[in-house]
């Protein structure tokens, strides 16, 4: 199995920027995918953006366009999202979630991003 451990989170104004980490440890020869998801309070979880570890394909969910951009670290098995222009709506729980090859999908514990207006 695949453990996750977020980190990047904090408080800034509208308009600041914030870059996230996630690092995986473990089963890592089996990842297939990795991604980032928010929840908001009173809202579903979103996913934002996932990279396809095995071909480096990236894919951006609609709240994520023109301001985050996903990247990763083969080597340390992490990757980042790095959070440009945020807005109050951008406050949420970021979440970090990795499936392997058999289909097992893991999440780490969040990393709270709270934007001030």
């Known amino acids: 199995q695949v453990q996750l451990a977020e980190s990047g989170g904090g408080l800034v104004q509208s308009g600041g920027s914030l870059r996230l980490s996630c690092a995986a440890s473990?089963?890592?020869?089996?990842?297939?995918?990795m991604a980032w998801y928010r929840q908001a309070p009173g809202k579903e979880r979103e996913f934002v953006a996932g990279i396809r570890w095995t071909t480096g394909n990236i894919r951006y969910g609609y709240s994520a366009k023109d301001r985050f951009t996903l990247s990763r670290d083969v080597a340390e098995t992490t990757i980042f999202l790095q959070m440009n222009s945020l807005q109050p709506e951008d406050t949420a729980t970021y979440y970090c979630?990795?499936?392997?090859?058999?289909?097992?999908?893991?999440w780490g514990q969040g990393t709270q991003v709270t934007i001030s207006s």
């Open positions: 473990g089963s890592t020869f089996s990842l297939y995918d």
């Open positions: 979630k990795a499936e392997t090859k058999y289909y097992e999908d893991s």
